[in-house]
């Protein structure tokens, strides 16, 4: 079974994180989205909230997962048997930082990366971009799943 971690603090889900999971579905049996927790960061939204959006987007994807997470992503790789980490490709500035994590990755464990790039349309969109629109009252429900459009 092609198993695969899809990564991510999720703060919040984008169109573009949506993009990346709906495709890795067509290549993998299963999809673990893995909301990691870094309690030195924080968040636009909650935890609770970030699982929240998660769960609504894929309600009626089987193949899909949520899981929360602390620590190393090929630690949790090796505990729920999962042999690839999905991550998505926007430009290159993410090309050469993921490049590095996954040569690390692969150097300590047999975890393959698999890079999917963005769709076109979704490219410009980051979480960050988002966090920064919906604090300034912009229209951020442009750039999110429908789960997400509940925050002014």
Do not use: W
């Not at 092609?2 to 984008?14: L, V």
């Not at 998660?54 to 994807?61: A, I, P, S, Y």
Request: glycine share 6%.
């Amino acid at each position: 079974m092609r198993k695969a971690i899809f990564p991510g603090s999720f703060d919040p889900i984008t169109l573009g994180h949506e993009d990346i999971i709906r495709r890795g579905i067509t290549l993998f049996d299963e999809i673990v989205i893995a909301i990691g927790v870094n309690a030195e960061k924080k968040y636009m939204f909650s935890l609770e909230e970030r699982k929240q959006f998660l769960e609504e987007t894929f309600k009626n994807e089987p193949k899909v997962s949520i899981i929360t997470y602390e620590g190393l992503t090929i630690d949790l790789c090796k505990k729920i048997n999962a042999n690839f980490i999905l991550r998505g490709l926007r430009n290159p500035a993410d090309f050469e930082f993921e490049k590095a994590i996954a040569h690390t990755n692969r150097r300590m464990s047999k975890i393959e990366t698999v890079f999917l790039l963005t769709a076109a349309k979704t490219s410009y969109i980051s979480s960050s971009i988002v966090r920064d629109v919906i604090r300034n009252g912009g229209e951020y429900e442009l750039l999110v799943p429908v789960a997400v459009r509940v925050k002014k």
